[in-house]
């Protein structure tokens, strides 16, 4: 079967599913969003790409942005990063700060927020024009000029952010973060707020499946070792305490968001992005990764 034929029929099957889960309610601009949203897009390496359901429509891809700092960062500062930011699945929801204490402010991973907000910080150490750097960076990963933060998503999770606001400062207290928290934060939450279609994400990623370098412009994003080393990441802490589900029910490398999104890698054959906003008790998309489980299956393609 090809991959189009997949898709459909995958997409046939979870489309008649219960659409179970949550919105993401802790952000009040998320928690309005249409929950029977599901869009499908592929991007392949030899030049593929195939979209279903509202694979054109942007939303707020979260946690996903995390990918996007990270490689950046890496890009720009190599191995010294991971002085700052450690390698192993925390074992705890995203936005949880017991470990931090205990761990000296070094967060376990660059993808649990705490991880996130020290990555955000290097960035505003080194960047010019934070901000706009980082948008010209994603959107040479896809030659996509379209692709923006939303204000308003941001202005909506800073106005609820205690969580975010006391993890970064409890950072800063033991040392991690160098610039004024409240900068950082600014950045983090325009990070997370950054809107995306599945199409865009697919483009976007499409660099991580084909050893670091673009395939619109054969650019070297990352080393291939670099790359091989995100990839490991996303396999082993891309979604949080669910990480080990998501090896063992889809076996790609990957990450999610609390906006329903996810992102999967396959290694020199594909990226696939997934849409569905309902999450289910670990923040990840309930429809997401039943979609991925299945195409996995079906196509009898994971990296294992
Ligand atoms: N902006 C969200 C937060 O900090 C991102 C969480 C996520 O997508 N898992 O809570």
Redesign the pocket.
């Known amino acids: 079967m090809s991959y189009k034929e997949l898709i459909e029929e995958v997409f046939q099957k979870v489309i008649k599913l219960e659409n179970r889960g949550q919105l993401a309610c802790?952000?009040p601009e998320l928690a309005v969003v249409d929950s029977n949203k599901l869009g499908i897009h592929i991007s392949t390496s030899s030049n593929f790409d195939f979209g279903i359901g509202d694979f054109e429509e942007k939303f707020s891809v979260?946690?996903i942005a995390k990918v996007f700092s990270l490689c950046l960062a890496y890009k720009m500062l190599g191995e010294s990063i991971w002085t700052r930011v450690g390698l192993e699945p925390s074992g705890t929801g995203?936005?949880s700060l017991i470990q931090l204490d205990n761990d000296n402010g070094i967060p376990r991973n660059p993808f649990i927020?705490s991880g996130a907000l020290v990555i955000s910080d290097i960035l505003l150490s080194h960047l010019t024009d934070p901000k706009e750097d980082l948008l010209k960076f994603i959107r040479s990963l896809c030659k996509n000029q379209d692709i923006n933060f939303s204000n308003k998503i941001a202005a909506s999770?800073k106005s609820v952010g205690y969580?975010?606001i006391a993890m970064c400062n409890f950072i800063k207290s033991l040392g991690n973060i160098n610039n004024e928290p409240e900068d950082v934060l600014d950045f983090?939450?325009d990070l997370?707020s950054l809107e995306l279609s599945c199409k865009q994400l697919s483009e976007a990623f499409l660099f991580l499946s084909n050893k670091g370098k673009t395939t619109h412009d054969d650019n070297q994003i990352l080393t291939k070792s670099q790359n091989k080393r995100i990839n490991a990441l996303l396999q082993t802490c891309g979604f949080?305490d669910e990480s080990g589900d998501f090896a063992f029910r889809v076996g790609l490398p990957g990450k999610?968001?609390?906006?329903g999104g996810i992102i999967a890698i396959h290694p020199n054959e594909y990226a696939i992005a997934v849409w569905s906003p309902k999450l289910n008790s670990k923040?990840n998309s309930y429809r997401g990764m039943k979609f991925l489980e299945e195409f996995t299956t079906l196509s009898e393609l994971s990296i294992f």
């Open positions: 802790y952000i979260q946690s995203f936005n927020n999770e969580r975010n983090y939450f997370c949080y999610s968001g609390v906006g923040g």
